[in-house]
């Protein structure tokens, strides 16, 4: 019986402290009168820490304007007290958070095991806090004379995230400073703050003179019989700034709206192809648990949560299928026996990769959250880049490789991010060999952009067991740090899921000038593509520039010359690239000399492996860039290769540039290139009247001796178009007139060979003439100009915002002045004049 009273007692006791607590008012003008003389929490004069606005806790690795840490997840704050919190100030902390959340949908809960969390302290002064979550342990400071129940409601609001409400970006339209009554050493703790995105919502509501957030009047007064703020509006009767007495409706309205506590559930996951999902509850912190049938492997995250904003924490994970003979294998960190899977670090290296959940220590770089479950509970491996040296590197190395002949995948994620971004190298390599550029896979270089990148592989087929290694190479600063997550490796034929999952990019755009934009040398080729700008090193063969800009455009070329040898390839591949569909393939090639091989353009097929040629040219094409179109139909992922093959001799360099893939089917492009080897390619000669000769296509030497040339410029047997001028009238002209060319506001560069040889030559003049007869012209030349082909560059930028032709008119002088003009190339973008 003694027993049972006992119990009876302590359960009317807490229900009176319930009640107690419970019957909490908000902070109104009503119950002002219950406020006592507090002092300014703000200011903590002697507390010997690092503080913003005289009672934010600063992080001093952060630069000021990136103090906006994250909401709490899911809406709900893990706590706990220091051990020198006595029980009598922990229940008065409890009956502060308990009217936060009486009027919010924030939820409090003791902590476990959580990684970010509260941690009340009770030192001899000081009451301070940071401003949201800021990852890991925080504390909230409650010294002396701040365990008051409006003061304890500042501190957790701050921890929450709301900033004071004096500090807000409109504060000046409600408020006015008086500087001359602030120590200066105190000033910027008046300064208006820019709001970060997520706070921007706190300008729709109403400016609160009450709030426990508001400085008092005289907050950090130099003499405290005068304010340091006056508003600039009539206050509301009975409202005090700076009140203490517990947090007013409009701190309820901030909260609920900084934690969209409108919203309540999150939509339907969606269907898991190959498994199921367990928990059906869709509410805001609820969990679910994806599961994948036999015979296949979960890739990404075994579970996810209903986060506050209404949306599921990380990504939707994938069922792929594996079998002993064809295992799959993934890592991705998160297993707490084996975290790294067998991957290990590698001794010949400066740094280590490092496990690391939530964000990395530096600001301006790195992930904020993993990739796999999007929470700071997950983990990934990163290379930290603070106090270290530029160019140090860390190498990571997977467990041996033995799959026979298989097509191997390789999908990871990555996150570079950061103005000194270095590079991530990918190595496949024979076991304890050093690695080096011939086992290179791909290299990305500087930064990719603050969010995870897929990055999806075709290796080549390997008969030998072999290892992937990942090297992180530190860029010039602290901004560097590299991370990666979610290694996946397998038979090529099981990844069609994966490749809808990861979202490939359907199109590619690169034009070489600032690298290979995930382009890959082929490994089992004979040599490289290489990057030039200008002239190739031998004479005779290779373009003179790049097509579109002759001064700094790069392109890409195969050298012909000694060592290699008639047959060697190089093979260069895009990025695998996903979706169904039509494509269009655009690209430019050259391939001039006398020893000219063949290239190759192949679409291969991911999933089945099977490949066919889109495109393919051999032999000399003439000095000048020609623009190809290919039309081709995909239904998976797929990647495109261009193969060039070396010809019989070292005059047989071949280049491209400016690769586009695009969705949809090619537009026709008109011709404006034409060497004359099959037809006019569009080119017209001009009606009469007005233009009494032709220009006629010919080979070899023209009709009158002593005039015209002896041949086409590059081949005895090429072609050339001409004007004959025996029995013509001393100036007749001729005009060719090229197909119409579309306004463009970059302009383009015309450029031709000509040939005027003969005691009699006449003029050659090239001109535009727009839609609406508008005629600027380009270049002329006079008389004979010697027994030779000439070449000439022209910019083509004043066409007053018409479409225009380009014309060719050939004014003649007598019966031995034949003019001859040949591979003509009108290309967008400038060119280098000579």
């Known amino acids: 019986m003694t027993m049972l009273c006992w119990k009876l007692y302590v359960i009317t006791l807490v229900y009176y402290y319930i009640l107690l607590v419970k019957s909490l008012p908000l902070y109104t003008p009503e119950n002002e009168s219950a406020l006592e003389e507090y002092f300014n929490p703000e200011e903590n004069l002697g507390v010997n820490i690092f503080l913003t606005e005289g009672d934010i806790l600063i992080d001093r690795r952060r630069s000021l304007d990136l103090q906006y840490y994250k909401t709490w997840y899911n809406r709900t704050v893990p706590y706990m007290f220091d051990s020198n919190f006595a029980p009598e100030y922990q229940r008065l902390v409890e009956a502060a958070i308990y009217q936060i959340q009486n009027v919010t949908c924030i939820r409090f809960k003791i902590r476990q095991s959580e990684k ?154 969606g269907r898991l192809t190959n498994g199921w999902i367990d928990g059906g509850d869709y509410l805001v912190g609820s969990r679910i648990f994806y599961n994948c049938d036999i015979g296949h492997v979960l890739i990404g995250a075994s579970e996810r949560v209903c986060r506050d904003l209404g949306l599921w924490s990380g990504e939707t994970p994938t069922c792929l299928p594996t079998n002993p003979f064809r295992p799959l294998r993934y890592c991705n960190f998160d297993n707490q026996t084996s975290p790294l899977c067998g991957w290990t670090q590698a001794n010949d290296d400066e740094l280590d990769w490092t496990l690391l959940s939530g964000p990395t220590m530096s600001e301006g770089t790195g992930p904020n959250l993993d990739h796999t479950l999007g929470t700071v509970y997950g983990t990934y491996v990163y290379v930290e880049a603070s106090s270290r040296s530029p160019g140090q590197k860390a190498r990571l190395i997977s467990p041996l490789i033995n799959t026979g002949s298989s097509r191997l995948c390789l999908v ?126 031998t004479l005779e063969t290779g373009p003179d520039c790049d097509p579109l800009d002759c001064q700094n455009g790069k392109y890409l070329y195969i ?137 006629t296509r010919h080979r070899g030497e023209t009709d009158t001796s002593d005039t015209g040339p002896e041949s086409d410029r590059l081949s005895p047997g090429g072609y050339y178009v001409y004007v004959e001028s025996s029995r013509t009238i001393i100036g007749d002209t001729a005009r060719l007139v090229s197909p119409t060319v579309s306004y463009s506001p970059s302009g383009y560069c015309l450029q031709f060979w000509y040939h005027m040889y003969g005691r009699t030559s006449g003029n050659l003049t090239v001109y535009t003439q727009t839609d609406i007869g508008q005629e600027t012209i380009l270049w002329s030349a006079s008389g004979n100009q010697g027994n030779d082909w000439r070449s000439f560059n022209a910019n083509i930028t004043n066409t007053h915002g018409r479409d225009f032709n380009v014309i060719f008119q050939a004014t003649m002088a007598g019966f031995t002045g034949d003019i001859a003009i040949d591979d003509i190339s009108i290309q967008k973008s400038l060119c280098r004049l000579r």
């Open 559 to 695: 050298e012909s010359s000694r060592p290699r040898m008639m047959g060697n390839k190089a093979k260069l591949r895009t990025p695998v690239l996903g979706g169904e569909g039509r494509r269009c393939l655009t690209f430019y090639y050259h391939m001039f000399g006398d020893h000219i091989g063949s290239l190759t353009v192949r679409m291969v097929n991911i999933i089945s492996g099977v490949d066919h040629i889109l495109w393919a040219a051999s032999g000399n094409k003439g000095n000048q860039w020609f623009v190809q179109q290919v039309d081709y139909s995909v239904q998976e992922a797929h990647e495109v290769s261009f193969e060039a093959s070396v010809g019989p001799g070292y005059r047989g360099d071949i280049a491209i540039d400016s690769i586009e893939i695009a969705t949809g089917r090619c537009h026709e492009l008109p011709n404006f290139n034409c060497s004359f080897t099959e037809d006019f390619c569009g080119w017209v000669n001009a009606p009469t009247p007005g233009d009494m000769l032709d220009w």
């Open 116 to 269: 970010d969390y509260i941690k009340f302290t009770k030192p001899d002064t000081g009451c301070f806090s940071p401003v949201g979550r800021t990852g890991g342990k925080q504390e909230v400071s409650l010294g002396e004379g701040c365990l008051v129940h409006g003061i304890i409601q500042h501190e957790i609001l701050h921890a929450l995230g709301l900033w004071h409400e004096q500090s807000r970006q409109d504060r000046d339209e409600y408020i006015k400073v008086l500087w001359d009554n602030i120590p200066k050493e105190h000033w910027p703790n008046f300064e208006a703050r820019t709001l970060s995105e997520s706070h921007q919502i706190f300008l729709n509501l109403d400016y609160d003179y009450g709030s426990v957030m508001h400085y008092a009047n005289n907050t950090f007064a130099i003499d405290r019989q005068k304010p340091t703020l006056i508003p600039k509006r009539d206050l509301p009767p009975g409202v005090v700034m700076g009140q203490r007495l517990g947090m007013s409706a409009g701190d309820k309205d901030k909260l609920n709206a900084l934690y969209r506590c409108d919203i309540t559930n999150c939509s339907e996951p």
């Open 412 to 537: 990871f994620f990555t996150f570079m991010y950061g103005d000194n971004m270095g590079n991530l190298t990918v190595y496949v390599t024979q076991p304890n060999r050093n690695i080096n550029s011939n086992n290179e896979v791909l290299t990305l270089e500087g930064s990719q952009g603050e969010q995870w990148k897929e990055v999806f592989l075709h290796l080549e087929k390997s008969n030998s067991p072999f290892t992937i290694v990942f090297e992180g190479s530190l860029g010039n600063g602290y901004k560097s740090d590299i991370a990666i997550d979610d290694i996946i490796l397998g038979d090529c034929s099981t990844f069609k899921p994966l490749t809808v999952q990861v979202g490939l990019s359907e199109a590619i755009q690169c034009n070489f000038d600032s690298g290979l934009c995930g382009f890959f040398q082929d490994r089992q080729d004979d040599m490289d593509w290489l990057l030039n700008m200008g002239k190739t090193s």
